[in-house]
């Protein structure tokens, strides 16, 4: 046995074809789960969106080829978030000339920090997720129209026959509300 619960690849091939998929299940209900908290930990650690998409696929196919060593029930987001760590120190090295790219050191530092404070970011969505789950469907339907498919504001007016203008303000203050229903939340579980 290895750290984090994980057995050698070859005792897992010696387990049952039924235990074998039933790990690989819950592995990718894992990977699932914590994909956002893998995005946010490479997004922070690399300047440019690309790089850190390319990195957090490398990171992906990295935990997939190492899926027969994780065991249902361990620490997931220990051990993928030092793979996604690692991913991003191999891509630092090969893009090492680069001016933006940050010491293997402050890496080190901002991915422990990152990592820490990933269970916060979870906290936060889940209150925003809460709070959106309250909003009136119209008002669920707007965000929707303008952070989903990301269309503009003057499309989604056309197709609301609003001016503009009125779906700015209505935006702004669902922005408001939601904010604010955070904050009651989360105060709420500070103080609770």
């Known amino acids: 046995m290895t750290p984090h619960g994980r057995q050698p690849a070859a005792a897992a091939a010696e387990a049952s074809?039924?235990?074998a998929a039933a790990d690989m299940v819950g592995f990718c209900a894992e990977l699932m789960r914590h994909q956002a908290r893998l995005r946010g930990l490479v997004r922070?650690?690399?300047?440019?969106?690309?790089?850190?998409?390319d990195v957090l696929q490398d990171t992906n196919l990295t935990l997939l080829r190492k899926?027969?060593?994780?065991?249902?029930?361990?620490?997931?987001?220990?051990?993928?978030?030092?793979v996604a760590r690692y991913q991003v120190l191999t891509h630092c090295k090969r893009f090492k000339r680069d001016k933006l790219v940050f010491s293997p050191d402050l890496l080190a530092t901002l991915a422990d920090e990152a990592i820490a404070r990933a269970a916060e970011f979870d906290v936060r969505r889940e209150a925003l997720e809460a709070c959106l789950a309250r909003l009136p469907p119209p008002q669920r339907q707007l965000l929707e129209l303008r952070y989903g498919p990301k269309t503009s504001i003057e499309e989604i007016a056309t197709t609301l026959e609003r001016t503009a203008g009125s779906i700015r303000q209505t935006l702004f203050r669902i922005r408001q509300a939601l904010l604010a229903c955070v904050e009651r939340r989360l105060a709420g579980?500070?103080?609770g």
């Open 67 to 82: 899926a027969a060593d994780f065991r249902t029930g361990t620490d997931f987001w220990a051990w993928a978030s030092q």
């Open 17 to 19: 074809p039924v235990a």
């Open 189 to 191: 579980e500070v103080a």
């Open 44 to 53: 922070c650690l690399l300047f440019d969106p690309a790089a850190s998409e």
